[in-house]
């Protein structure tokens, strides 16, 4: 029997269609859980939690949908060992759930994705993103090469992780940071990074490393024909770029 | 003029969507409350005419618009009963943008949550307040608090 | 607040309140009516005959652009225009176009103004049936050198709405321009235009179908209120300071939270509909609110229409019944729907999409019913408030207005002015700082966002190679100086960028923002803009399959903007693996712009 993926939606969500598109495009059998059916949540092997605006970001970017009656669910579920994948509003919510980079005992929150720097702006810019640690630290790069550079866009207006000073120790010593911003030739920089992100870190990880939290979106440079200079012939419809994340998690999913 | 110290109430006087999502997310949590508010509250160090500040305040364009906005002076620099303030431990706004208010030295933004009971008074359990503070208006892992039951 | 209305209170508010209705036009109604009209239906002739509603003074002029074309489904006439973009798996697909101005709204809270400028333009779309898949802004700002100035306000506001309201909503901004001139310094133009997609069998119209006698009237949305109440007559007035109190009211508040979770639910009840073969029919609210929206889309399927205001859901108790009636609160849509589903499509929205929970008291609610007798009745609480004929309501009387006969052309008006000059820095620099705010991927359709070329570029449908190619145009320099030639320019500069890109231009949109029509020399530059669209466009054989005209867009001293003529072209591509762009620029702190959108 295949692992089935649910792909959260909470009220705001914008991103939902993309992510699922990419899900099943790499093999995934992935389909929509909505807010009112968060009792269904418990039968699916694996989360994902799309970008968007969550209760438009009201209070604080993730804070009101990390209540929501779904993030139970979520919560034991990767207490469980399932894999969950936030993405740009679905990092900020599990930040804010406590998931990630889940070092507090009692699932409080010790870091957050909140406003860019120095500009507290929304930013939508083409990036890349490097994966900063070990593939199998986290099972869902597992399958990724060493030093994966993958392309991505960074649109959000709270993107810059940050966090109390000691807990930042905490993040960097305990391998938290799954990727940081890059330049497109692989290159780490603070110039690479868009929003002033502590550690430049673009994605986090929790202890057990079957969650990610990564802020900048890979489902939207992820086919062909979202990026120029493979926009050619006869594969213009075909996943690439980005999509590697999703194989790898798909992959993770199967074999979990 | 030596600089005083000030505390700034900006309030929107047209229908506030972030207290009603504040009200409805207090519920989902179990914590009863009847209404919230919501406003933006500065403490400013101001070396102007303390008669003009309002008026100084509504000439600037970035925080105020007659069309939405309702400007206050609060007498004290604490939360009212009932009220929390949270801020960011790392935002400091040195000075603040555009006309009218280059005699404000130092400012800093806090947000405001003011909750009510059933009957309409100011909520006054500690219990209310610390949860709704903890549990939803502060990240603590970026943010202090302030409140007061 | 819970003072209950008498109405005695809301009479006074009519005689306080400042109607745009001309002394001719009031006394036609009375005529009509045979009778003086009801405060209600005061408001409600107020907002229905106003200039946005009925385009009472352009109309003439608009009918001489070319509107028909293979290609075309829909011209103008319904919320939006329609185009045939191609076939893909047995299934006809089209492209669905709207274009709109909020300008007025813009120049007094711009945040708001442009916020809402957006949400209306997405409601335009959503309501033929379509997926939203694409966001265009056209902006004209004053001189923004002055840090502390209005004009630097506005110019960094809008934009900021329009990308707090886009971005929440999902639909990536794929084009766009904007330009500075010191024509604009006390009316800044805001110009959106949205993309949708369709398959052509199931494109919702906005007329009751001919077996609607006795349909329901769904509204669903946001809980009416008095914050937009007077909008439709505000924005076809001049502003001026001494207004400024009465514009206050006109304040619309932008809840693209709502809008997200609207949009999405009425994508879930389309596809029901869809799934049970059955034909309803939907318009967004604008301008004239409950009234508006209900009367045109019953007038125009040959109905009448009865409507219970008591039943319309309020944010505060005891709303007086004219501003239930026309207030124009947004994020709200109005459905005609056969009985025999309104309870599935209360429970989708109410339920299913949990509408009160996201804004307070926003919810679905039957607030009438279709008639086959042609009038137009409103009650509350059991009083008929309102009792007309649906034609004589919904057709506006024409305006004739005269225009100069001397040539409009402005040489005088050519730049050399030292802020003109000054502006230039602004005008020639890369836009990057201003579309870096702007989302314009959400979806993973997009081929070429903003920056990328002179045109966006979505695929928006998964697994096809078809591709909708959008761009904007529109010289406010020239437009100046020789409107006529300004407005045919633009035609062929929107062309020219949907062909850079290496797709064929299908369908054009315009808005037309101009001065004081009843002003001769301000009329005149509105018509010489109609006749340059019309011949560029009649030699491109390109169609109008949609627009609007926002008149009155005059300084205090009463001084036209410079004359703007804003086209959209949008360009169908059979394969996108064969379009062709650039690369997009580098952030720039020494851009000019960067000092507005650091």
Known sequence: MSKRIAVLLFPGTNSEEETLRILRDCGGDAEFVHWTHASALRQYAAYVLPGGFAHEDRIRAGAIAAHDAMMETITAGAGEGKLVLGICNGAQILLEAGLAPGTHPARQATAAFTHNAPERHFICRHVYVKLAVEPSRCAITASLPEDALIPAWAAHGDGRLAAREEELVTIENGRHVAFVYARADGTVDDAATPNGSALGCAALTNRDGNVLAIMPHAERDAWNLNHLARLTGKDVLAPSGGSVLFESFVKAVSIS | MNPRDETVEIRLKVPDNAAYTALVALRHLGIEVGRVEHAIVWTISDRGDPATLVSRIERNETLFNPNLHVVSVRSQSLPLPGEIWTWEVDRDVRRLPGRGVEDVSYAKPMTSWRLFDREGLPAAEHDVLDRACNELFRNVAIEDSLFCF | ?598
């Open chain 3, 1 to 598: 607040m819970h003072t209950k209305r008498s109405p005695q209170r809301s009479r006074i508010l009519i005689e306080l309140d400042s109607l745009a209705l001309s002394a001719g036009e009031r006394q036609r109604i009375a005529q009509a009516l045979g009778r003086p009209p009801t405060p209600v239906e005061l408001y409600a002739f107020d907002a229905q005959w106003s200039e946005h509603c009925s385009y009472k003074s352009s109309r003439a002029q608009l009918r001489r652009l070319p509107t028909e074309g293979e290609r075309v489904v829909l011209g103008p006439g319904e919320d939006a225009g329609i185009l045939y973009l191609g076939e893909h798996a047995g299934e006809r697909y089209c492209v669905v176009v709207a274009h709109e101005s909020h300008n007025h709204p813009s120049q007094v809270v711009p945040f708001e103004g442009a916020a809402t400028g957006v949400g209306g333009i997405v409601r335009d779309v959503l309501c033929m049936g379509a997926r939203v898949i694409g966001l265009a802004d056209a902006l004209r700002f004053g001189d923004v050198r002055d840090p502390a100035s209005h004009q630097r306000h506005v110019a960094r506001s809008v934009v900021d709405g329009i990308s707090a309201y886009g971005n929440a909503i999902g639909v990536p901004n794929i084009a766009g321009d904007v330009s500075f001139h010191e024509g604009f310094n006390e009316n800044a133009l805001v110009n959106v235009i949205a993309l949708g997609l369709v398959k052509e069998k199931e494109i919702v119209r906005s007329f009751v179908p001919p077996n609607g006698a006795g349909w329901a009237l769904l509204l669903v949305g946001k809980a009416t209120d008095a914050s937009g109440f007077g909008g439709a007559s505000f924005s076809s007035l001049s502003l001026d300071a001494e207004n400024e109190t009465a514009n206050k009211g006109a304040v619309q508040v932008p809840d693209p939270f709502l809008k997200n979770v609207l949009m999405r639910a009425t994508y879930r009840l389309f596809d029901m509909l869809h799934a049970r073969r059955i034909t309803a029919a939907c318009k967004d609210l604008g301008a004239g609110g409950v009234m508006g929206c209900s009367a045109e889309l019953c007038a125009s399927g040959g109905f009448g229409a009865r409507i219970e205001l008591n039943l319309v859901n309020a944010a505060v108790p005891g709303l007086p019944p004219e501003v239930l009636a026309v207030g124009e609160t947004q994020e709200r849509m109005l459905f005609a729907l056969p009985p025999e589903i309104v309870e599935e499509a209360l429970r989708i929205f109410n339920e299913e999409f949990t509408l009160p929970e996201i804004a307070y008291n926003a919810r679905a609610v039957v607030v009438g019913s279709v008639t086959r007798e042609r009038r137009y009745v409103l009650t509350h609480h059991g009083d008929t408030v309102m009792d007309v004929d649906i034609e004589f309501l919904t057709k506006a009387p024409f305006v004739t207005l005269s225009a100069a006969s001397t040539s409009s052309c402005h040489p005088e008006r050519s730049r050399g002015t030292d802020a003109g000059n000054a502006l230039a820095r602004y005008n020639n620099c890369s836009r990057e700082p201003l579309y870096r705010r702007y989302d314009s991927v959400v979806r993973g359709c997009t081929v070429l966002p903003r920056g990328y070329a002179d045109a966006g570029v979505v695929a928006p449908i998964p697994g096809s190679r078809l591709g909708v190619a959008l761009a904007v145009a529109g010289d406010p320099d020239l437009g100046a100086r020789d409107p006529q030639r300004a407005a045919e320019d633009a035609v062929r500069e929107a062309v020219r960028k949907v062909l850079a890109v290496g797709a064929q231009p299908i369908g054009l949109t315009d808005c037309l923002n101009f001065g004081n029509p009843n002003k001769e020399d301000h009329y005149a530059d509105f018509i010489a803009a109609v006749d340059g669209l019309e011949r560029a466009a009649r030699s491109l054989n390109l169609p109008f399959v949609s627009g609007n005209v926002s008149l009155y867009n005059e300084d205090s001293a009463g001084n036209a903007i410079p004359a703007s003529a804003i086209v959209a072209c949008i360009g169908a591509i059979d394969d996108i693996s064969r379009i062709d762009g650039g690369r997009p620029d580098e952030p720039d702190a020494a851009n000019p712009l960067a000092e507005i959108y650091p």
